[in-house]
């Protein structure tokens, strides 16, 4: 009677074993399979360009202050306003220099008649010297006399044009035709020497300030033509490399280059960034993985890729990028040659979905 309640037992088990398999079966993945289009990872030659980012400015662009300390009497345009070289832009509070002025013309009025009168004495004297009228010393004091007060007069005018030259920093004028493009200060401020007061800058030749690693600067030659992409404008402009900074002290370990633009419309406005993209000469035996940024994941601070596995699914292949060169990033880690990688779908990914590669 135990034999067959354990037999009994065994067969439940059995029964219940099979039906929990069934179960499983029911809940397989019968989700329709992801089409996308994939490509193989190729070993090709070092990129024979460098793409680095930066900033459109005018090459004339001017930032405008005072050498003298006044309130902002007027401020006669506004931002965006055309100005014409030597227009008036600030005046400053001259009621300072206008006072030193008077006591200056005060003063060369003094000394033209000190020195009006040392001279007839020196003229005379110099005559009864010939004449052995006058001792040699008293010639001598005389002599000195009017030389004293000739230097007392140069010393006056020389301050009245140290005067004359402290109005015209009362007076800021445009340094060349262009447009204001910034105002810090307001009617009524105090300016101070040195800070800046407006913004001016010449439109219609700009020229873009890159940064590149120390790593590819002593591939960068002066002169040579570069490709510049404007992503607000959707176009690309040629551009020649002008300056090439010898040191990166400053600038975190980058150093700073700077492209002219070649003719340019009105539609480029100064502060707009840019992709500088540097010819560089192809490296010998140097491979490396390239891969389409429009392929790539990124969750956080990862990124990744879809890879395509044996079974036909997609899986998820964290990677370690290098440079962006153009539209392609440099795969460093993550990828083996001649391996599948997904491009692009017509549906959402996920990791272990099935594909179907077109």
């Not at 069934?22 to 397989?28: F, I, P, T």
Request: glycine content about 6%; some cysteine.
């Amino acid at each position: 009677m135990k034999n067959i309640i354990i037999i009994g037992l065994f067969s439940l088990s059995v029964i219940m074993s099979g039906c929990g398999d069934g179960n499983k079966k029911a809940v397989a993945d019968t989700s329709p399979a992801v089409n996308v289009s994939v490509n193989s990872v190729s070993n090709e030659s070092s990129a024979t360009f460098l793409s680095t980012s930066g900033k459109v400015e005018a090459v004339n662009s001017a930032n405008l202050s005072t050498r003298m300390m006044g309130f902002v009497d007027k401020i006669y345009v506004n931002v965006g306003d055309r100005v014409n070289k030597g227009q008036q832009l600030i005046s400053i509070s001259e009621a300072d220099l206008s006072a030193k002025l008077a006591q200056v013309n005060a003063g060369i009025t003094e000394a033209t008649a000190a020195y009006d009168n040392a001279e007839k004495d020196y003229n005379r004297y110099t005559a009864l010297f010939k004449e052995n009228s006058a001792s040699q010393k008293e010639l001598d004091d005389i002599t000195a006399n009017y030389n004293m007060a000739k230097a007392r007069l140069e010393a006056a005018r020389q301050m009245k044009n140290e005067v004359n030259a402290q109005f015209s920093y009362a007076n800021i004028r445009a340094p060349f035709n262009g447009i204001v493009t910034n105002k810090f200060i307001k009617e009524g401020d105090m300016a101070n020497p040195g800070m800046p007061l407006l913004e001016v800058e010449s439109p219609g030749k700009f020229q873009v300030l890159a940064m590149v690693p120390e790593s590819e600067i002593l591939n960068i030659k002066p002169d040579t033509e570069v490709a510049v992409v404007l992503k607000s404008l959707n176009t690309t402009v040629k551009g020649k490399v002008m300056e090439i900074s010898t040191s990166a002290k400053n600038t975190g370990g980058q150093y700073m280059v700077k492209v002219v633009l070649d003719k340019t419309d009105g539609k480029i406005l100064s502060g707009m960034y840019a992709t500088v993209r540097f010819p560089l000469a192809p490296k010998e035996n140097v491979q490396s993985v390239m891969i389409p940024k429009e392929a790539i994941v990124t969750n956080g601070e990862l990124t990744g890729i879809y890879t395509v596995s044996q079974s036909n699914t997609a899986l998820l292949r964290w990677l370690r990028l290098g440079r962006t060169i153009g539209d392609q990033v440099e795969v460093l880690s993550g990828l083996s040659p001649e391996e599948q990688y997904i491009i692009s779908s017509e549906g959402k990914l996920y990791n272990g979905a099935r594909i179907n590669i077109q």
